[in-house]
């Protein structure tokens, strides 16, 4: 049997998802957003984490509800673990529905972050586009979700995301081109979502966005942390001032 975990329990879980440098981890640890479960509430040794698209695991690969953690999935979901047992784990148990995929991750220094050199950006806004901060009113807006679910998507409602999240939209003609938004939040920072519209692409929108998002999150004292699916978004990031940490191994699980 496995038992959702509250944050008492939560906290709990900190040593063993240490090694796992991700700050998605921390949104739910910390009690932000989405849901942990484990196979003992007073004594855990093995635990899954799952917020928006990721599931997170780590403990002992081999506990008895460790197979049961592994088929608690939703439909289509990314599976990231730290170490090869993990890993043979999701392979031996989702042999027939798997793909292995590359991510990438960048080292998480906010002295990397050269605040002149970012604010250069902002004035390559092509002539058309509006940079707006995403509001209320914004959040709302079909073409903002079109674009991307997950702008928004981890939060309880537009409130809440308009309270606790952080986000810049790029408009053309009225419409939502381009976005760069919090994905998820933790204590001091946010994960960033960022996408842009097909018909709208190669045109330096996704720098401007992603520029004016980190500012903001400087500005809170807040660390936008980077987490890239394509080397597209490698060289962006890159661009912007991040440091690559490396690739890492994911697992896009179909059910």
Not at 22 to 51: F, N, R, Y
Not at 82 to 96: C, F, G, L, S
Not at 156 to 185: E, Q
Not at 219 to 224: E, H, Q
């Amino acid at each position: 049997m496995i038992y959702k975990a509250d944050i008492t329990v939560r906290k709990k879980l900190f040593p063993m998802f240490d090694s796992m440098n991700d700050t998605i981890i921390l949104s739910c640890l910390q009690g932000h957003m989405g849901s942990a479960w484990v196979d003992d509430l007073e004594k855990p040794t093995v635990a899954q984490i799952s917020v928006g698209d990721f599931v997170f695991y780590a403990g002992n690969p081999h506990a008895k509800e460790a197979e049961v953690l592994l088929q608690n999935l939703p439909e289509n979901i990314l599976a990231i673990v730290h170490t090869d047992e993990w890993k043979n784990r999701i392979e031996t148990v989702h042999k027939a529905s798997i793909e292995k995929i590359q991510r990438y991750s960048f080292k998480k220094n906010v002295e990397d972050l050269d605040r002149k050199h970012i604010e250069k950006f902002l004035s390559r806004l092509p002539e058309g586009y509006e940079l707006k901060r995403i509001d209320a009113s914004l959040a709302k807006e079909p073409s903002l979700h079109e674009i991307s679910k997950d702008f928004i998507g981890q939060f309880h409602s537009i409130d809440d995301y308009v309270k606790r999240g952080v986000g810049f939209a790029i408009l053309y003609d009225g419409k939502v081109a381009c976005g760069a938004s919090s994905y998820s939040i933790y204590d001091k920072g946010i994960e960033i979502e960022i996408a842009t519209h097909h018909k709208h692409r190669r045109k330096g929108l996704a720098t401007v966005a992603a520029a004016a998002l980190i500012l903001e999150c400087l500005d809170r004292r807040l660390y936008p942390s980077w987490d890239a699916a394509s080397l597209e978004s490698v060289k962006l990031a890159q661009k912007l001032g991040y440091v690559l940490d490396g690739p890492y191994d994911t697992y896009y699980i179909k059910k």
